[in-house]
Nanobody
Framework: EVQLVESGGGLVQPGGSLRLSCIGSGFTFRYYVMKWYRQAPGKEREYVAGVTIDGGRKNYAESVKGRFTISRDNVRSTVYLQMNSLKLEDTAVYFC???????????WGQGTQVTVSS
């Protein structure tokens, strides 16, 4: 059974930091591009960051550039999202996604809630 399990969300004050993790199982993690998305209440799901299969290239939404860092550990089948200088508008459910290269295969996690509030 394919699973993507996110963790690390929680409540944090503006300016604080959180590190999200997403562990994959049931598929060959190292062959998949990994991405993070988020969805705030009443809004569409939006792309946050992505990393290539070897971790060599990373891409970020403009809204998080310079504050968030995506990384992956293929040995542990885990992708991370380090979030610094958090803002109120970063409040959302964060999802990880695995995308098969050259295929339409994709998997989603169930999400982890991040709440930025004073």
């Amino acid at each position: 059974e394919v699973q993507l399990v996110e963790s690390g969300g929680g409540l944090v004050q503006p300016g604080g930091s959180l590190r999200l993790s997403c562990i994959g199982s049931g598929f060959t993690f190292r062959y998949y591009v990994m991405k993070w998305y988020r969805q705030a209440p009443g809004k569409e799901r939006e792309y946050v960051a992505g990393v290539t299969i070897d971790g060599g290239r990373k891409n970020y939404a403009e809204s998080v550039k310079g504050r968030f860092t995506i990384s992956r550990d293929n040995v542990r089948s885990t992708v991370y999202l380090q979030m610094n200088s958090l803002k109120l508008e970063d409040t959302a459910v964060y999802f990880c996604k695995a995308e098969g290269q050259g295929s339409n295969v994709e998997y989603w996690g169930q999400g982890t809630q991040v709440t930025v509030s004073s």
